[in-house]
């Protein structure tokens, strides 16, 4: 079974920068694919980024690319999210995801197992 963990959540300003981290366990989990997603509330899930089990493929959503970082070590095994340039209608809570297979895929469908969040809150 696999387990995910987010942590790295908190208060924050236009322009800063935060370090989201999900920790993953479970069989095999070194071999899966992960992903970020946010939800804002009575919003729908919204993919973020998406990381191949080796790391060596990602994928971005284009409201996000340039500022964020999706990184892996699979030693721990931990996910990251770096983010970067914040605005306010990003603060929302940002979800982790595994899937057995690197697709690319942006779709929340094709990812079957879900941490439990981390709030990211803007304090302006």
């Known amino acids: 079974q696999v387990r995910l963990l987010e942590s790295g959540g908190g208060l924050v300003q236009r322009g800063d920068s935060l370090r989201l981290s999900c920790v993953a366990s479970g069989r095999g989990i070194r071999t899966y694919a992960m992903g970020w997603f946010r939800q804002a509330p009575g919003k729908e899930r919204e993919f973020v980024a998406t990381?191949?089990?080796?790391?060596?493929?990602?994928s971005y959503a284009d409201s996000v690319k340039g500022r964020f970082t999706i990184s892996r070590d699979n030693p721990k095994p931990t996910v990251y999210l770096q983010l970067t340039s914040l605005q306010p209608e990003e603060t929302e809570v940002y979800y982790c995801?595994?899937?057995?297979?690197?697709?690319?895929?942006?779709?929340?469908?094709?990812?079957?197992?879900w941490g439990q969040g981390t709030q990211v809150t803007d304090s302006s």
């Open positions: 990381i191949s089990a080796a790391g060596g493929a990602t």
């Open positions: 995801a595994a899937d057995s297979l690197y697709r690319g895929s942006s779709s929340s469908e094709s990812f079957a197992d």
